[in-house]
């Protein structure tokens, strides 16, 4: 088991979605949304620990630093989305569905990110920031990843999804290693019969 597992999620989507506020409220930083709107420059990286839910302490310690990437949605910025990309294992997409530009540059945000990094569906997340009313329509590019609807008043809204994400994104990185290691494994006893 590694000692200290670190899980990079980078969040991203359009701006003025909520990205900001909702890291802030996974991380504990803040309870409510702030009154005051300030777009995000280039990148903030906020970091927290998080309890690893059942069965799969066993390879991953109890505790995972889990890194959130608050990615700026203004396009202008786009240099410094390798840094952001590097190495990245989730990705959490925040939309307004009310917003008729943001459900177009939603496709533009999926084909830069998951796409480029060859990240699946099942690593994303995607939360419909629509004030508490239901989402009506989905962007074509995430029909295949788990959405929630979010009212940034109800903290819980963002918290339980997460949860739920995160505990599916810790099993799917876990089988990943276990099969990294098996196959190491397998390469050695290869070696070693060659070398015999």
Known sequence: AMSQTKIKIVVIGPLKSGKTTICDMLANYRETPSPNYRPTVGCRILEFEKEVQGKHKS??????????????????????????????????????????SAMSEISHWVSSFPKAMRVPPAQCMAFANNQGQPTKTVPQALQNVFRAEVSMDN????HVPFEKYFNNLVKILQEKQEKEEQNLMKMNQLISMFND
């Open 155 to 158: 903290s819980s809204s963002i």
């Open 59 to 100: 390879t991953f310690s109890s505790k995972v630093v889990v890194e959130l990437w608050d990615c700026a949605g203004d396009p202008k910025f786009e240099k410094c989305w390798p840094a952001v990309q590097k190495a990245a294992q989730g990705i959490i997409f925040v939309f307004d569905p009310s917003e008729q």
